[in-house]
């Protein structure tokens, strides 16, 4: 299955955005970071976009629905919650996650659809689609058995396997654990594991470390990737409910409407017409003077190589020893194996630009610009990465842009 590119925006417009890139199992494979000016849209080519929205502003609720699919659930939804729910309903969006086998219930998320409208623009301008959107408190840490706290700046989130994460502030923990279900009466045999990271442990330790004394057991497990790491852990509990429904659903190529294209494909079936007639008289064409252009190149070859026998296919022989003196004498040639390989890394990194090249025998010296010294690294990677010595030779800024000389060689130069 693919990676994914996991993005964190705080609830504040002013507060920097985070993000990590893990695998399915929620693995990190790239440490956390603030870091947005580097060109992240890249970071998500080939990879599944999430975007992580505050716990706070996400309830969830089990709502009792008639079977149906997906778009009966959402129209449902919005009555069978209508009295437990303090705004209108018009304002807010629904999405619905998979019936619950034992009680036959449906799990609801609610949020202001405002709210997430908000957070998709400000992820369109980091120009980032999501495949998902996520409340953090769906990704919380979930041990069978265990209570689990995972402290985040100023807010805990808890939860057990019996409900859904509940969001309380971190001034309180002993007030916010007994406000868990099940468990406010009977701390005592409660089996609590904290997941916090080492800055956030250092301020809130002093209200924390107390419980240890009013429950059944106690752990404190210390994440260094901070809450990042721990959310992208989440990935693999499975059953995480997807804000994008409904309208916000994205929307994929196999789903686009036949008639919406019929015209489009009339028209492309003309022009197929057109081109076929067009192609059969060029092809006559080209049999007048196929016999003609083997003639030309015969006399072209004769006048560069003179004495070198030609054989019966004077195109592929002339190929061949151009090709041959392009790249010393290789099958392919060296230098059209590295540039092949310089191809392949603006590929991977197209936000650097060429803009000049030098062969050399044994390499290409090359001439880079890009947004900013980290994506020159990047492209200078994707070289290496295909089993190419590659050095990064220097590196200044170039008016608003960074430019830089990077060394190329095969890998048994």
Do not use: C
Not at 330 to 356: D, H, I, R, Y
Request: glycine fraction near 10%; avoid cysteine.
């Amino acid at each position: 299955m693919a990676d994914w590119l996991l993005m964190r925006l705080p609830a504040e417009d002013d507060a920097p955005a985070s993000w990590v890139v893990a695998d399915a199992q929620g693995q990190l494979l790239s440490l956390p970071s603030q870091d947005v000016s580097g060109g992240l849209h890249t970071m998500a080519t080939g990879r599944r976009v999430a975007l992580l929205v505050p716990a706070g502003e996400v309830s969830f609720f089990q709502a009792t629905l008639p079977a149906g699919n997906e778009a009966r659930l959402l129209q449902l939804a919005p009555f069978a919650l209508e009295d437990q729910l303090s705004q209108d309903v018009d304002a807010l969006h629904f999405a619905v996650g998979a019936r619950d086998a034992a009680s036959g219930t449906v799990p609801v998320a609610v949020m202001e659809r405002a709210r997430l409208e908000h957070y998709l623009a400000r992820a369109a301008q980091l120009q980032i689609i999501p495949h998902a959107v996520f409340a953090e408190s769906d990704l919380a840490p979930l041990l069978p058995g265990h209570v689990t706290m995972l402290v985040s700046a100023d807010q805990l989130l808890l939860r057990d396997d019996a409900a859904r994460p509940l969001v309380l502030p971190a001034a309180d923990p002993l007030l916010a654990l007994e406000m868990l279900p099940g468990t406010g009466s009977n701390l005592a045999q409660a089996n609590l594991t904290v997941f916090v990271g080492p800055g956030d442990w250092q301020k809130h330790a002093h209200l924390i470390e107390p419980l240890r004394e009013r429950v059944g057991s106690f752990k404190v497990q210390l994440n260094n990737g901070g809450v990042m790491a721990q959310l992208a852990q989440g990935l693999a509990q499975g059953a995480l409910l997807n804000l994008l429904q409904g309208a916000l659903k994205p929307r994929s190529s196999s789903n686009t409407s036949w008639q919406a294209w019929r015209w489009v494909a009339g028209l492309a079936a003309t022009l197929l017409v057109l081109h076929m007639a067009g192609s059969l008289w060029q092809l006559r064409h080209l049999r007048r003077t196929s016999t003609e252009l083997d003639g030309a190149i015969t006399q072209l070859y004769e006048s560069i190589f003179p004495g070198q026998p030609i054989g019966s296919d004077p195109r592929r022989a002339l190929e061949k020893r151009l090709a041959a003196v392009a790249g010393g004498g290789g099958a392919q040639g060296e230098f059209m194996t590295l540039l092949a390989a310089v191809a392949a890394a603006k590929q991977n990194v197209p936000v650097a630009q060429l803009e000049s090249l030098t062969f050399k025998p044994g390499g290409l010296q090359l001439k880079l610009t890009a947004p900013d010294a980290s994506a020159l690294d990047q492209f200078n990677q994707a070289l290496r990465a295909g089993g190419y010595k590659a050095e990064l030779k220097s590196g200044s800024a170039k008016g608003a842009a960074y430019e830089g000389l990077v060394e190329l060689a095969g890998a048994g130069s």
